[in-house]
C-alpha cells in the first residue's frame, strides 16, 4: 500500500466520521460566529430602539436576544452544512479545519484573543 492510499483512505475516514456529526460542526461555527459578532449585531438593535420607553426596549432586547439569535442559528446552520456535504470527501476535512482558522483568525481581528 502506498502512501498516497493510505492518506486517501485516512481522509475518506475521517470525512466519513465527520459527516454524521456534520450539524453539530457546523452549530459550533454558527455559534462561535455568533460570539464574536453578537455584539455588533446588538449594538445596532440597541440604535434601533433606543428612542422607544424603557418598558419597550427591554420587551425588544429581550426578544431580539431569545428568538434572534435563534432564528440565526437555525436558518445558518442547516445553510452552511448543506454546503459543506456538498464537498468532496478528500477535502472535507481541510475545509473543516480551514473554517476554524478562519474563524479564529476573525476573532483574532475582533481583538477577541
Not at 455568533?34 to 455588533?40: F, H, Q, R, S
Not at 436576544?65 to 456535504?85: D, E, H, M, N, Q
Not at 472535507?92 to 483574532?108: D, E, M, R
Amino acid at each position: 500500500m502506498d502512501i498516497l492510499a493510505w492518506l486517501n483512505d485516512i481522509l475518506l475516514h475521517l470525512s466519513s466520521w465527520m459527516k454524521g456529526y456534520l450539524n453539530q460542526i457546523v452549530l459550533s461555527m454558527v455559534a462561535t460566529l455568533l460570539v464574536i459578532y453578537g455584539d455588533t449585531i446588538l449594538n445596532s438593535v440597541k440604535k434601533q430602539i433606543g428612542s422607544l420607553k424603557l418598558f419597550l426596549r427591554i420587551t425588544l432586547f429581550v426578544a431580539f436576544c431569545a428568538f434572534g439569535f435563534s432564528f440565526i442559528t437555525s436558518v445558518a446552520s442547516p445553510f452552511i452544512s448543506s454546503w459543506l456535504s456538498q464537498a468532496s470527501p478528500e477535502l472535507l476535512p481541510f475545509v473543516v479545519v480551514l473554517s476554524y482558522y478562519l474563524i479564529g483568525y476573525l476573532a483574532q481581528r475582533k481583538g477577541m484573543l
